[in-house]
């Protein structure tokens, strides 16, 4: 008897035209993080060639990722995303560590090092002394959970600003650049006497961050008209896109700063901006990109607290996390947890030389391992179920897959070889995953019936 997929995909589903989901693809992936990596990436690569190569690298990986993603999307198109994925593949057991790995690192996590690229462009504007990105870092995480706990709703166009304010940014840098930077001569070693080996890896950790976000925009395969036919030339003229403005806004970095300055820049952006254009212009960047990753934790915030709640309300024993109140419509126990974690790991950071880097660290290993076992979870569940509907199946099968699981294994290792303390903490958050594990299967079962029916 053939099984039907956990949720029909019938045609009424099929609304998003192919441009509104490059658009979509676009929107999620452009970031807080080219505001801030390039730096990093420079300071480890040393040279120009192999910056740039780097950065065409991410956008390859990114679109082997999306790829892959996007046939586990289209087959089960449910809102649970990985947290599906794998608990469909290993068990419910797998879904609730990475349910928790979640709540301890990866959203946390995100929320911490998007407050300090906050805090960095703060400081910037009005200095508060040496801990001042910090200061600022804490004071993003605290006024916006409180802002969420009362329950006030955003302006509808919130989103869409910031992504018009760092696409207006982007845009404006590459033109200057390539118009008025000067062609500096990049520096002929890697910064801090690293290793090739170890140079690369760490580069790509940064890298492949800034590309974060196709995971999430290859979940709307389910969406799309065509799926079969036109998915694999959307998430080409996405990906492709954004590799085109990553490498763009990097050539322009190089050409108003060079490797040297650009490698020693805290605001990369700002900086280049004054190079060219002065103070004022320094100031005016400055202050667009601390609006934009301001508004850009409080999305993560809010998105976040709510698929923390999920966690609570699958798993009894961490039922706090499921405490809602109708007025003001806010998962309440889960924002104050999220918020208490988060401001632990801005402390955290704030004991490192940079924050940014000590939870790019932090959530890094977990990030890949899970990113490592969702690739392998598609081809488990080509071989377990090959009765349920795929609207697209990825090219070149099992090719593809191995090579994303290949680079995600790779990835793994670099983040847990090249990262510092940063990355020690968060693979001890995972692992204290286990233990509580066994306490939320105590008593009424491991999971709700939502779960166990693979629910949305």
């Known amino acids: 008897m053939r099984a039907k997929p956990p949720e029909s995909i019938g045609s009424a589903h099929h609304a998003l035209r192919p441009i509104d989901v490059v658009a979509i693809i676009v929107g999620l992936v452009i970031g807080a993080g080219i505001f801030k990596a390039p730096a990093i990436v420079a300071g480890s690569l040393g040279s120009e060639p192999l910056i740039l190569t780097a950065w065409l690298l991410g956008g390859i990986v990114s679109l082997i990722g999306a790829l892959c993603y996007a046939e586990l999307a289209s087959a089960y198109p449910t809102r649970g995303g990985e947290y599906h994925y794998l608990s469909r593949a290993y068990g419910r057991r797998l879904g609730f560590l990475f349910g928790w790995s979640r709540l301890a690192v990866l959203q946390t996590g995100s929320i911490a090092l998007l407050a300090f690229v906050f805090g960095d462009y703060a400081s910037a504007l009005w200095p508060l002394g040496e801990n001042g990105a910090a200061i600022y870092a804490a004071t993003a995480v605290v006024l916006l959970t409180g802002l969420n706990l009362v329950g006030l709703r955003q302006a509808s ?3 869409n600003a910031m992504t018009l304010i760092t696409l207006g940014g982007l845009l404006t840098i590459i033109v200057l650049g390539l118009t ?5 001569v990049p520096a002929a070693e890697p910064a801090g006497g690293l290793r090739p080996g170890e140079a690369i890896g760490l580069a790509m950790i940064f890298v492949l961050l800034t590309y974060g976000g196709w995971n999430e925009a290859a979940y709307v395969s389910s969406e799309l008209r065509g799926a079969r036919r036109n998915m694999v030339r959307v998430l080409v003229v996405g990906i492709g896109l954004i590799t085109l403005a990553y490498l763009l806004v ?24 004054r190079a060219v254009l002065g103070d004022n212009a320094a100031r005016l960047v400055s202050a667009l990109i601390a609006v934009a990753v301001f508004a850009s934790i409080n999305v993560t915030i809010l998105t976040g607290a709510r698929t923390n709640f999920a966690l609570g309300r699958d798993f009894p024993a961490l039922g706090f996390l499921a405490r809602w109140r109708a007025q003001g419509n806010a998962p309440v126990g889960a924002l104050l947890v999220q918020g208490a974690v988060a401001l632990a790991l801005v402390f955290i950071g704030a004991q490192q030389r940079s924050g940014f880097e000590t939870m790019v660290h932090y959530v890094s290993p977990v990030f890949w391992l899970f990113f490592l076992l969702t690739g392998l979870a598609l081809i488990v569940l080509r071989v377990r179920e090959p009765q349920v509907a795929r609207p697209f199946r990825v090219p070149l099968y099992p090719v593809l897959p191995i090579l994303f699981v290949g680079s995600s294994t790779y990835m793994l290792y670099a983040s847990l070889a090249y990262s510092g303390l940063g990355a020690l903490l968060g693979v001890a958050l995972l692992v204290l995953g286990v233990p509580m594990l066994w306490w939320a299967g105590r008593g009424r079962g491991l999971v709700s019936a939502s779960v166990k029916q693979g629910g949305s």
């Open 180 to 184: 008025l930077g000067g062609g500096a």
């Open 250 to 273: 990097n050539l322009a970095y190089l050409r108003m700063l060079g490797v040297d300055a650009m490698a020693g820049s805290e605001v990369v952006t700002a900086d280049a901006m």
């Open 157 to 159: 166009g919130l989103q």
